[in-house]
Every structure is written in C-alpha cells, then in structure tokens.
Nanobody
Framework: QVQLVESGGGLVQAGDSLRLSCAAS????????AGWFRQAPGKEREFVAA????????AYADSVKGRFTISRDNAKNTVYLQMNSLGPEDTAVYYC?????????????????WGQGTQVTVSS
C-alpha cells in the first residue's frame, strides 16, 4: 500500500503562487506515474497535471497550461505542483494520485492511490 499526504495549500490572493507537495510512504514511487487533480464545490474532480514515472513527460489541463508545473523527486518520494498566477477559478481541493506503471494518464479512473487533498483558496 502507498499512503499519500498533500501539503502546501492555503489562502492566497489572485496573482500569487503556491507549491503543493505530495509525500508518499509505504513504497517507493519510482514505479508509479503521478497526477494532480482538483475538485471545486459542486463540481466533479478534474485533471490538472500528470507526469510519467521518470519525469520526462508531462501533461496539463488547458486551464493551467503555462501557469502550473508538475515535477517529482523520486529520491525524496515526493511529487510537486508549482502553481503561479493563481486566480479565483483555481480554488479547489487538490489531490495527488499515483498509478502503477510508467505512463502518465489524464483519467482519474486510472489511478490506484489517492491522498486526502489540500485546500487551495484564491481570493480576488
């Protein structure tokens, strides 16, 4: 089993930046692709970003492309999401997830493990 704990969320103003971290325990994440998803009140959980197990390939939702960057440090068993130029539309609970295997995925149904989420609130 893999346990995931997200951190780094908070209340910020529009235009600010945040860096989310997702620390994994129980197993090394070397064999897992990773993703970030978010869920706003009353909406479905949606894809934000994904990275393959080695970090060589990434994918982003159109809404965050150019503002968010996903990365990983396998030696630290941690996945990151750098979020810049935040806006109120980015307000949501952010979840990290892992899927066994090399390939990144945009589909939440492909992921095996999920964290509990961290709240990001952006005021205008």
């Amino acid at each position: 089993q893999v346990q995931l704990v997200e951190s780094g969320g908070g209340l910020v103003q529009a235009g600010d930046s945040l860096r989310l971290s997702c620390a994994a325990s129980g197993r090394t994440i070397n064999n897992y692709a990773a993703g970030w998803f978010r869920q706003a009140p009353g909406k479905e959980r949606e894809f934000v970003a994904a990275i393959n197990w080695g970090g060589a390939t990434r994918a982003y939702a159109d809404s965050v492309k150019g503002r968010f960057t996903i990365s990983r440090d396998n030696a630290k068993n941690t996945v990151y999401l750098q979020m810049n130029s935040l806006g109120p539309e980015d307000t949501a609970v952010y979840y990290c997830a892992l899927r066994y295997g090399s390939a990144r995925s945009l589909s939440k149904s492909d992921y095996d493990y999920w964290g509990q989420g961290t709240q990001v609130t952006v005021s205008s």
